[in-house]
């Protein structure tokens, strides 16, 4: 596990230890929307375990309004995306030694028509907290499959997954947004339940050799056509190293 509160961590922990007596867990305390934490910690992983069977990347921010990390990067940006490929870039050989293994990177349906500049990944004026959370997920989505393409024949699958309408505490901001968050509530998914597709493409076995998808439902769905023009994903891919490895830091995949 990975959290950046060690209290509350470790109170998830004594949860788990309590559902699953079997179970066993392992905390790094990290800020996911720091990059160079966010680094320290798939190194820390990586160095007591050289093998690992599944990745799910699944924190992830909604900001009511544009907030700029210590790093300079737009907080969205970097949680919701830069954060999952710079640790699934610390872990990939970890992953690959331990294959068949999973990556599950958690997207989101608002992906689903949001737009992208691969040359403009970092908003600016143009920043609105639907377009920073849309565009992240779908950049999230587009390097997941671009991940996928790169993993081909190594045992390695990567999807992205949207987990439904949660009822969590995503969305905590006032305003029209807010609002409608609060309303639609009773009718989202409990938290068991909007785990149930991750946990599928993280440990069914029909989906071991499965990669490279936008699972809804536990099915295959239809992603943004932007996702689906390999040269637009690989032109967000570079963009998105850029960003997130600097100089002499980029992905081996
Ligand atoms: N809820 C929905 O309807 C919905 C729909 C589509 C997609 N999603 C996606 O599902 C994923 C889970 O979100 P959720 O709905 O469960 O929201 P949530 O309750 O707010 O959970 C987000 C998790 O990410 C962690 N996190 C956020 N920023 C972090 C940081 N800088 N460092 C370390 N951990 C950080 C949070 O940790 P703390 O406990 O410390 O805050 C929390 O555990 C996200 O990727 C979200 O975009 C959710």
């Not at 599950?104 to 992208?116: F, L, P, Y």
């Amino acid at each position: 596990m990975i959290a950046r509160d060690r209290a509350r961590a470790e109170a998830a922990q004594a949860w788990i230890a309590q559902e699953v007596p079997h179970a066993s867990t392992e905390l790094v305390t990290a800020d996911l929307s720091l990059l160079a934490e966010t680094r320290d910690a798939g190194e820390r992983i990586a160095s007591r375990h050289p093998r690992i069977g599944v990745l799910v990347n699944n924190a992830g921010i909604f900001d009511a309004k544009k907030v700029v990390t210590a790093e300079g990067h737009e907080r969205v940006l970097a949680t919701n995306l830069l954060a999952p490929f710079v640790l699934t870039s610390a872990l990939l050989p970890a992953l690959r030694a331990g294959a068949p293994s999973r990556i599950v990177n958690i997207g989101s349906s608002t992906s689903d028509r949001a737009e992208i500049d691969p040359d403009h990944l970092v908003l600016g004026q143009d920043w609105t907290m639907v377009r920073a959370y849309g565009q992240s997920k779908l950049a999230l989505m587009m390097t997941t499959f671009a991940l996928a393409k790169r993993l081909e024949g190594s045992g390695v699958a990567a999807n992205v997954v949207h987990p439904g309408l949660v009822a969590t505490g995503l969305v905590r901001t006032g305003g029209i947004i807010g609002l409608v968050w609060r309303c639609m509530a009773p009718f989202a998914l409990s938290e068991e339940q909007g785990a149930d597709t991750a946990l599928y493409a993280a440990l069914a076995p029909e989906m071991a050799a499965v990669s490279g998808l936008y699972l809804k439902n536990r099915r295959a769905a239809p992603p943004n056509r932007r996702a689906l023009d390999p040269v637009l994903v690989e032109r967000v891919w570079a963009a998105t190293e850029r960003l997130a490895a600097g100089p002499g830091r980029a992905m081996r995949a």
